[in-house]
DNA sequence: TTATTAATGAAAATGGTTTTCATTATCATA
DNA sequence: TATGATAATGAAAACCATTTTCATTAATAA
């Protein structure tokens, strides 16, 4: 584990206290590219601090993702899977392969895809007024690989 | 429950036999507009049909949607939601409440929509090599009701 | 009508997640 | 820099949607 409470500062507001399993959390969402479940950021983080427990992973997992430090996804596979959200990470959605699960970040037409999407936001909270915090795009098929195997 | 096998001709060549469950199970989600989950399936017919078991429920699900008649979604609140999903009915996503839970189908800027939906799958073809067979959207915030009793 | 075997339902198992509760550790205050 | 209030933790149990098992039932081809 890094220098501990590196994310100390980011967090404030967020949490009555900071401690060492929400920063090894934290700080392994932030190096990862991945889009881990609970259970693998417990297998990972069980070498560097042996003592943590999966209750824990979940709920910090759960304040993070309130705290809106992080996105949980369900890509239909059973479990919950978190990424790192930060302003300065590009807008992406997602490809998953319904073979396999790999799951490939995408962020092609962002600018396109933002304007119709805002359109459609402004649409919906006046026909329906409905506000929308947050939306949501993927695409379901075959990797490379999976579709050679198949 | 309505007179037996109406669906039978519609699917045939997807079931080796087609029953009393299969087609109640079926005939429901043709008539409803909601997404029920299994088990609200289950509790549904449990008044037509007595003897029919939650398991069975789980299964045909499971098998009409692997046949293409029913579309499965997860809106992150721990059950599978279905819907029925025919050529008829129009392309569609859904607004998700996420303080009820409420679904509220929408398919306005459906045309821009899908030729945006369909650029980005070529080009992702292209890029990735990834064969896209489904997508999805989806909008996340607050139902006018939700909005007054935050 | 019968035989084959797919489909069913009850009960048990599974697996991700949440709750409970006694213990530990953070941090504001002295 | 101690100290005390209480937030956070971890282990175990509980929870809950879904799947599996297996003996029984029923659909369909012959």
């Known amino acids: 584990m890094p220098g501990p409470y590196r994310w100390r500062k980011r967090v404030e507001g967020h949490f009555c206290r ?4 929400r920063e090894a ?3 392994l969402l932030t190096r ?3 889009h881990l479940t609970a259970k693998e950021i417990y297998a990972s983080l069980l070498q560097l601090y042996p ?3 999966l209750t824990t992973v979940y709920r910090t997992l759960d304040l993070l993702e309130k705290s809106g430090l992080i996105k949980k996804f369900n890509f239909g596979r059973g479990e919950n899977r978190y990424e790192f959200a930060s302003e300065n990470k590009p807008h992406h959605h997602h490809l998953i392969c319904t073979k396999c699960g790999q799951i490939i970040d995408y962020s092609d037409f962002a ?3 933002l304007e119709l999407v805002k359109k459609t936001a402004k ?3 006046e026909k329906y007024k ?3 915090h947050d939306h949501n795009i ?8 999976c579709q050679k195997r198949q």
């Not at 993927?138 to 690989?145: D, K």
């Open 32 to 34: 990862t590219s991945q």
């Open 138 to 145: 993927e695409f379901y098929g075959l990797c490379q690989q």
């Open 123 to 125: 649409h919906l909270a």
């Open 111 to 113: 600018n396109e895809e």
């Open 51 to 53: 003592g943590i427990g």
């Open 25 to 27: 959390i934290l700080d």
């Open 18 to 21: 900071w401690t060492m399993p």
């Open 130 to 132: 409905f506000i929308v």
